[in-house]
């Protein structure tokens, strides 16, 4: 009975849709283009929590006279990437259901991951987490929206 049963999964697997047939293709870069103007709004050192973020973490940055412009494309195309395919996988979700068990299962690891970071310094824990959970728990609502508009 479990072959059968595998067997059907894999069928429905492989003859089933294509979640990414139904995908309001308009929406997810309105939200990719929306996610990208927060994440640099939120890690701005101007007005977000830039300068949070380059105290927990510990960021060199350095000068405006170093900065060579493949030092600032190549992190901004790779996060371009990463949030394209972060809504891609927010739209593919049939279910709200499915969308927040995603968000909350990232969110909780990433606060996870921070913790071992962290471990002996709780303050610098909360803003390491307000700001890389904060932001993507941000970036998550604006993709579930979106993608049940």
């Not at 870069?29 to 101007?46: K, M, P, Q, R």
């Not at 909350?104 to 824990?125: D, E, I, M, P």
Request: aromatic share 18%; with cysteine; charged share 10%.
């Amino acid at each position: 009975m479990g072959n059968e049963v595998i067997a059907a999964d894999v069928a429905n697997v492989c003859t089933g849709t294509c979640p990414f047939l139904n995908i309001s293709w308009m929406w997810l870069i309105i939200a990719v283009v929306v996610n990208f103007a927060l994440g640099a709004f939120w890690h701005s050192t101007e007005k977000g929590f830039g300068k949070m973020w380059i105290e927990v973490f510990k960021v060199e940055m350095c000068s405006k006279e170093q900065m060579k412009p493949l030092m600032f494309i190549i992190p901004m195309f790779t996060q371009l990437i990463a949030m394209v395919l972060m809504g891609l996988l927010f739209f593919s979700m049939p279910c709200i259901w499915s969308k927040i068990f995603v968000w909350l299962v990232f969110a909780v690891w990433q606060k996870g991951s921070l913790l071992f970071r962290y471990s002996t310094n709780f303050t610098n824990f909360l803003k390491a987490a307000w700001v890389e959970t904060g932001y993507f728990t941000a970036a998550s609502i604006i993709f579930i929206i979106a993608s049940i508009l």
